[in-house]
């Protein structure tokens, strides 16, 4: 079955760090791979968006990789803040791309 | 983007009871879901609502347990049925728009306690 995992370890790094996430997939070949950041009490909130054709994408501080052969995904964020604690989803479309299946989500936790 | 509401926001109920969710949206959408978090847990798609018809459930929800309206493109509810302990959980409301079906734009949630 289609299974997505992330590490359910929380990551805890130090303010100006760069944080990795990852996503590994297997019994799947997606064609669009979604992250998302979810803070306590609220709903996800999506993020990026990376097409199985595309290697790399980015937005102001965050970039995402998408290697189809390795089945996985990194998530990174450079110059870190405290802001940037919350819990990170990775999503894959299925279905004829109208559902996601998410992974269960790797807590970041920026140290000052 | 898109801004969607949930009501309640969160609720205690006795097992054996049904609650209904409500999730509005401020425009028109083309895809409304439900899915279920529980604690810990990765979200988990219930159904896809469908306007003006059925909605279209996932392995392992049915529609007797967790009926589904969607009467127009703003507004769906979901309802949990004769409540166990094990329903206790995140409900949330996503929704999609037409031409980018890909990214999803989820409600607050509304936590629901069953004892």
């Known amino acids: 079955s289609q299974k997505i995992e992330q590490n359910s370890e929380a990551l805890n790094i130090q303010e100006g760090k760069t944080a990795t996430l990852t996503c590994n997939y297997t019994n799947y070949s997606p064609a669009y791979l979604q992250w998302y950041r979810q803070d306590p009490g609220r709903g996800p909130v999506f993020l990026l968006l990376i097409r199985e054709n595309e290697k790399e994408k980015r937005k102001e501080r965050l970039k995402v990789t998408f290697d189809t052969t390795l089945k996985q995904s990194l998530f990174h964020i450079t110059a870190s803040q405290p802001a940037d604690s919350a819990t990170y989803l990775c999503a894959l479309l299925s279905g004829g791309y109208n559902k996601l299946i998410f992974g269960a989500g790797t807590r970041l936790a920026v140290h000052p | 983007s898109a801004v ?15 609650l209904t969710i409500q999730c509005q949206v401020d425009s028109q959408v083309t895809m409304m879901f439900w899915y279920r978090q529980q604690p810990g847990q990765s979200l988990t798609l219930i159904a896809t609502a469908n306007q003006g018809s059925e909605a279209t459930y996932e392995s392992g929800f049915v529609i007797d347990k967790f009926p589904i309206s969607r009467p127009n493109l703003t ?3 979901l309802t949990v049925s004769n409540m166990s302990p094990e329903d206790s959980s995140i409900y949330l409301c996503s929704v999609s728009r037409q031409g980018n ?15």
């Open chain 2, 4 to 18: 969607i509401s949930q009501k309640p926001s969160r609720d205690i109920c006795q097992r054996g009871t049904s």
């Open chain 2, 75 to 77: 507004f769906s509810t």
């Open chain 2, 101 to 115: 079906v890909y990214e999803q734009y989820f409600g607050p949630g509304t936590r629901l306690t069953v004892t």
